[in-house]
Nanobody, 114 residues
């Protein structure tokens, strides 16, 4: 059973930064890709960033330059560094891992106050 555990969410003020972590229960290279999605209240879940095993990275166009995805292979952990946060970034952030199937974490709430 694959487990993805997100952490690092919380309440911050606009302009501040936050780093989210996603710890996987197995070697992250067993997945084709890992990434972050978010779901704001009343909106659909959307891609934030994804990194393939080979290191290719895809970002949501609107978030390029403010969000950075990275990984620590030894810790089987993927990170999302978020900077210059705005209230529009308020959402539940989910970690996703995919191979034949896809796996989701339970999410971590990020709230940005103005």
């Amino acid at each position: 059973q694959v487990r993805l555990v997100e952490s690092g969410g919380g309440l911050v003020q606009a302009g501040e930064s936050l780093r989210l972590s996603c710890a996987a229960s197995e070697n992250i290279f067993s997945f084709n890709a890992m990434g972050w999605y978010r779901q704001a209240p009343g909106k659909q879940r959307e891609l934030v960033a994804e990194m393939t095993t080979g290191g290719s990275i895809k970002y949501a166009d609107s978030l390029k330059g403010r969000f950075t995805i990275s990984r620590d292979n030894a810790k089987n952990t993927v990170y999302l560094q978020m900077s210059n946060l705005t209230p529009e970034d308020t959402a539940v952030y989910y970690c996703r891992a995919r191979r034949i199937l896809e796996y989701w974490g339970q999410g971590t709430l990020v709230t940005v106050s103005s």
